[in-house]
């Protein structure tokens, strides 16, 4: 059981990064303070695995809590969330001794993942993370592209620069059931279900001008 120590000093907040741990079966939220200095004592009394600070907050502030723990034990494994996310607070929340920073504005499970990996010994950034999930998906939608047909590549671009299916097929000499075959072949190689969504793909990889449809 990972023992975690909430700090911020929004109780609405507070709630709802407990109710989001307590979906873990594996994590325990121990304590909870609104405040550096109540944060402090509630450390030193419950010695958590897991320490989760605000930055901005009255009085001393999360990066000052972060640097007060640390000095005590040197090894503590701290986690800051802010919706700050410039590349600057976050060099600076690592300077200061914390192991992980999370971005209020990623997805909840990023605080989940942020905490086991921190758990275990790793560093985490969710702005680095969600860099690094972009890029996978980018590749995995220009393999998608790629998979498709010299045929397939060009239905795909006539429909995404917003030909109707029957003027598809003429211009390609094709019967309108074979282009509107090819088109349910096309959204099943690159995983989308409407029209726009293939128009944005197409956008992102080339296949049309970014102010097409």
């Given amino acids: 059981m990972i023992k975690v120590l909430l700090v911020d000093d929004h109780p609405v907040v507070r709630a709802g990064y407990a109710r989001l741990l307590s979906q873990d079966e594996g994590i325990e939220v121990v304590a909870e303070a609104g405040s550096a200095d109540e944060a ?9 695995d897991i320490t989760i600070t ?22 503590a494994k ?7 996310d410039s590349p600057l607070l976050i060099e600076r929340v690592f300077q200061a001794g914390a192991r992980g920073f999370v971005s209020k504005n990623a997805q909840p499970d990023a605080l989940l993942l942020a905490i086991r990996q921190v758990h275990a010994g790793s560093m985490f950034n969710s ?4 860099q690094q999930d972009t890029s996978q998906n980018m590749q ?11 045929r397939e590549y060009e239905i795909l ?8 299916v029957a ?30 969504a293939m128009v944005h793909m197409a956008q992102r990889h080339g296949v049309i001008a970014g102010g097409g449809f």
């Fill in 167 to 196: 003027e598809c097929a003429d211009m390609m000499h094709l019967s309108q059931k074979t282009v509107s075959n090819h088109q349910t072949q096309i959204k099943e190689k690159l995983v989308v279900h409407t029209l726009a």
């Fill in 157 to 164: 671009r006539l429909l995404t620069l917003g030909h109707s």
């Fill in 54 to 75: 605000d930055v901005s907050m009255p009085g001393v502030g999360g990066l000052g809590l972060v640097q007060k723990i640390c000095a005590r034990q040197p090894q």
């Fill in 127 to 130: 702005e680095s993370q969600m």
């Fill in 140 to 150: 995995a939608e220009a393999q998608r592209v790629a998979s498709l047909t010299p």
């Fill in 78 to 84: 701290l986690l800051v969330c802010s919706m700050h």
């Fill in 40 to 48: 402090y004592r509630l450390f030193v009394l419950h010695s958590p």
